[in-house]
């Protein structure tokens, strides 16, 4: 190549380089890249303003160094894992360097491959700890609830009248364990069949005129 063809070559690759450094800089992303040892050797603003540090505090520092102990012991299992089970997303707990917890879920589909040239991995980084919250919250509502439904559960078995559940179409939902003694029949019989069923033929008319006024 001539010395003007190598320029044109030269400032083209450094046109190139600046449109992708902007277009990392810019991303909405985190993106965090890291050595063969896991020390972290580039973050984007976007990474430094989800986590709360530098840039410069961040280089050199392995990525687990900033996880409480509960998210290394995490880190280091899927790690492990990753090669063997080809794992792609990962979702830890960091801590924000002004002390709140942040979960971050990482997309590593762009794993550098063992060379000799280098070894470690790029990520694209989310902040999910909005999510989290989310889940831990429906998790907590969905025990109280189960705890609730089972103390129902034993109010109604050990009642001596008949509590039940009738649905919009007229069907037990619901019924007691007095049922049996009541009635003569056993929850598992009623559940799904019509109350008015055991009406008495009489008096059909007047509890379905009921029924409607209470629905």
């Known amino acids: 190549l001539s010395a003007l063809e190598k320029k044109k070559a030269g400032n083209k690759l450094a046109e190139t380089e600046l449109r992708f450094r902007r277009l990392i800089e810019t991303a909405q992303e985190g993106i965090w ?21 530098s840039s410069d505090e961040m280089m050199r520092r392995k990525f687990i160094d900033f996880m409480d102990d509960e998210g290394k ?5 899927l790690l492990e894992r990753q090669r ?22 990482f ?3 762009a794993i550098f491959e063992n060379t000799v ?3 470690g991995a790029l990520a694209m980084v989310s902040d999910i700890t909005a999510r989290k919250i989310a ?12 705890k609730t439904l089972t ?31 009541v009635w003569g029949y056993t929850p598992d019989e009623l559940i799904g069949t019509k109350f008015m069923n055991l009406v008495y033929e009489e008096d059909v008319e007047r509890t379905s005129k009921a029924a409607e006024k209470i629905a």
């Open 107 to 109: 997309a590593t589909n």
């Open 135 to 146: 889940e831990n919250v429906l998790y907590s509502t969905s025990i109280e609830l189960e």
């Open 33 to 53: 890249t890291v050595d063969e040892n896991g020390c972290t050797n580039f973050v984007n603003e976007k990474m430094c303003e989800i986590l709360g540090y």
């Open 73 to 77: 012991d995490l880190a280091t299992e």
């Open 117 to 119: 040239e280098y070894k």
């Open 151 to 181: 103390d129902l559960n034993k109010i109604m078995d050990s009642s001596l009248d008949v509590i039940c559940t009738i649905d919009a179409n007229g069907e037990f939902v619901k019924v007691s364990m007095a049922s049996q003694k």
């Open 84 to 105: 063997d089970e080809n794992i792609n997303d990962f979702e830890f707990k960091f801590n924000s360097k002004c002390g709140k917890s942040v979960w971050l879920k």
